[in-house]
């Protein structure tokens, strides 16, 4: 039952992740359903293999080495996995994180703000932390791989 819940769950956000793709990027809904399907398997079968097997590492870690694999030259489906993701902006699933994300906190705005304004300092310095490392980063590999 529980994992019917999480096909649901990855069919709704594929959904909203191709709605998000045509209306920001002009991908038509045809043209992102071979990367879709291939991003949501990846996920749900990381979901599945995390609760098989006994090493416990975090879903993520599961679903970027399925990823990995998928695309690495030995694999067979290797032209197909990077072609069709590559019609997938990335920027596209954000969209729904960000949704995610401020649904699930905003009831529970009344209590981070019973946390005091030092909790808001330490959030404020954690996202600003954050974004400027990731920006670092960034920076520091387009500038090493000759992008930028």
Do not use: H
């Not at 649901?8 to 045809?30: D, K, R």
């Not at 071979?34 to 975090?58: C, D």
């Not at 489906?77 to 990335?90: L, T, Y």
């Not at 909790?119 to 090493?144: H, K």
Request: aromatic share 10%; glycine share 8%; hydrophobic share 60%.
């Amino acid at each position: 039952m529980r994992y019917i819940e999480w096909a649901v769950m990855f069919l709704v956000a594929g959904l909203g992740i191709a709605l998000a793709n045509f209306v920001g990027f002009q991908v038509s809904f045809v043209d992102s359903l071979p990367g879709l399907a291939i991003l949501l398997l990846i996920s749900l079968a990381a979901v599945v293999i995390s609760k098989i097997v006994p090493l416990k590492l975090p879903v993520i870690a599961y679903c970027s080495l399925l990823g990995l694999f998928l695309a690495c030259p030995l694999s067979p489906i290797r032209d197909f996995v990077i072609e069709s993701a590559g019609k997938i902006n990335f920027t596209a699933p954000l969209t729904m994180v960000g949704a995610y994300a401020g649904i699930s906190i905003s009831d529970q705005l009344k209590e981070f703000a019973k946390q005091g304004w030092k909790m808001l300092i330490i959030a404020a310095l954690v996202m600003i932390g954050t974004f400027t490392f990731s920006a670092i980063i960034a920076q520091a590999g387009l500038s090493l791989t000759g992008v930028i």
